[in-house]
């Protein structure tokens, strides 16, 4: 299969070179919220591929390794010669200053948390912040010697130097993370590096991108007709109205009912995009193949791998019934792109497989078109919301690809998803009717693998387990569990046990994030 994406072009960019933090998307996100496109890239990427992308200007994000360690990461000799404005963060800082003619050092105090920062002289970076700063740190080496022509900006009790700048050259250097909500200020720090110090062009905006992939759509597809796995979910929904939009009836959709979904959710699927947005959409009913292919696994690597593969096969199985498509539509976005190391690293780990990121067969033979790949989710909802796709679909809380099959633990059968579908809508719909439903970021049932006794009216009853979830997170790599109401919960309780007789106790996961995932399996 021949890749054929649809990038942005002929705008400025930010890179942010990765070397390996948790927050690294986060930084780009931040960066785009400015309206200003950024690009991820892996540290030891191929250096043409840096100088293809022609940054306006670069920042080094943080990372778990130590530059006082032999074979760790370093930033490439590319990103000096380009000759534009530098950010190091937190490792990008030490690795810079040790590159640099700095010394790092292995810290006697690490710093994990709030600290504040104290500004001695003025700095282009820190334009606007009072001269005191509550900042998120989180390291254990810092900056002991500042490099040669690099000054002093600001420190912290623990840390002597927290931020630095060269004296003649746009480096700056900070040991903090001014990309997490924790830091404050933080977003107007990195507006000042890239609308002041990278004189970056705010182009980035919904409504010229938008009309931009509908012509790069066009351009590429021509008079071929295109192939679209809908699921459902907010990004093969997102991509199935573009697409629409863009070449009208030379799309095809196939939605693919793998018995899995949630209660209601097929019928919603069919009626928002068939009936009222009017696309041509095929529906696969699949779900007694899926609990074929299932039966007697309980392994939930096993399950997501099966549940991805029978996928696969049968939306192959559909395309080769259709006629003239040369080309297959994916809904992949760039979280995906980055966490199936799409980004052509070296060293890259798959954080973990997305059966939309060069899964499918080769044999198809089809080009591909992701007009969404270089989008973040909150952008991929932006364009939903533009394009006309109800608020209820693009607002819903996050759902696994394997569907219900990891929120069932254990073996997947037919009436063990009926009872989780009839708890988790039970579950749902009473969050959305107090109100609730926006103010947590996730919220779902999981059927356990126990029974338990329970006395319903004057009869024992020895029955199944749903355990509920909900967290409160702003990016989803930390999360809270959520305070409910006791009242509320007890409310849903009494209705899951009072209509669901194969059920007979219902408890509520107080776990947050880390130790434990969010989901369960």
């Known amino acids: 299969m021949k890749e054929l994406s649809v990038n942005s072009k002929n705008i400025d960019t930010i890179l942010v070179l990765d070397f390996g933090s948790q927050y690294t998307q986060l930084i780009a996100r931040r960066v785009r919220e400015s309206n200003v496109y950024s690009e991820i890239l892996p540290w030891d990427i191929d250096e043409s591929k840096i100088k293809l992308l022609n940054p306006k200007g670069i920042i080094l994000s943080g990372g778990p390794n130590s530059v006082t360690e032999a074979y760790t990461p370093r930033i490439p000799q590319i990103i000096f010669d380009l000759s534009v404005p530098i950010l190091g963060i937190c490792y990008g800082m030490q690795t810079l200053a040790e590159q640099m003619g700095g010394q790092v050092i292995s810290a006697d105090n690490k710093e994990f948390g709030h600290s504040e920062l104290n500004i001695h002289v003025e700095s282009a970076m820190l334009k606007g ?4 700063l509550n900042v998120w740190m989180s390291h254990g080496d810092q900056v002991q010697d500042l490099p040669d022509n690099f ?16 004296e003649s050259l746009p480096i700056y250097a900070l040991q903090f993370h001014p990309e997490v909500t924790h830091t404050d200020k933080g ?9 002041d110090i990278c004189n970056a062009d705010t182009a980035w905006k919904m409504d010229h991108l938008i009309n ?12 071929g007709k295109v192939l679209l796995g809908l699921s459902g979910g907010v990004d093969s929904s997102v991509t199935a109205a573009l697409l629409h939009k863009a070449i009208g009836k030379k799309l095809t959709c196939v939605f693919v009912n793998n018995g899995l979904l949630r209660k209601g959710e097929v019928e919603e699927v069919m009626q928002t995009f068939k009936e009222n947005m ?3 959409v095929i529906k696969s009913e699949s779900e007694e193949i899926f609990l074929r292919h299932l039966k007697n696994i309980d392994d939930p690597e096993q399950k997501r791998k099966i549940i991805g593969r029978t996928f696969i096969d049968i939306f192959d199985a559909e395309a080769i019934k259709l006629k003239e498509i040369k080309f297959l539509a994916q809904g992949t976005i760039y979280p995906d792109v980055i966490e199936s190391s799409g980004s052509e690293s070296n060293e890259a780990r798959v954080i973990k497989s997305h059966h939309n990121v060069g899964g499918l067969p080769e044999e ?9 790949r270089d989008l973040f989710k909150d952008e991929v909802r932006k364009m939903g919301v533009e394009l006309g796709i109800p608020k209820e679909m693009l607002e819903r809380h996050p759902f696994p690809g394997p569907g219900l099959g990891v929120r069932i633990i254990g073996e997947i059968t037919k009436e063990k998803t009926k009872i989780l579908q009839h708890a988790d809508h039970i579950f749902i719909e009473e969050l959305i009717k107090a109100d609730l439903y926006d103010k947590v970021s996730q919220a779902f049932a999981v059927l356990l693998p126990v029974k338990s006794v329970g006395v319903v009216g004057d009869e024992r009853r020895y029955a199944e387990v749903i355990g509920l979830r909900a967290v409160e997170t702003v990016d989803f790599m930390t999360a809270r569990w959520a305070h409910l109401p006791y009242e509320f919960l007890e409310h849903v309780s009494n209705r899951i046990v009072n209509e669901i007789e194969q059920v007979s106790r219902v408890v509520y996961d107080i776990s947050s994030k880390p130790p434990a995932t969010i989901e369960w399996e």
């Open 364 to 372: 198809m033979e089809l080009d591909l078109v992701e007009p969404l």
């Open 212 to 223: 931009k992939r509908i012509e790069e759509i066009k351009e590429k597809v021509k008079d």
């Open 129 to 132: 912040i009072d001269k005191r």
């Open 151 to 166: 000054k002093l900006i600001a420190s912290t009790s623990t840390a002597p130097i927290a931020v630095m700048e060269h």
């Open 187 to 195: 977003q107007n720090i990195i507006e000042n590096f890239i609308l």
């Open 278 to 280: 009017n696309l041509n």
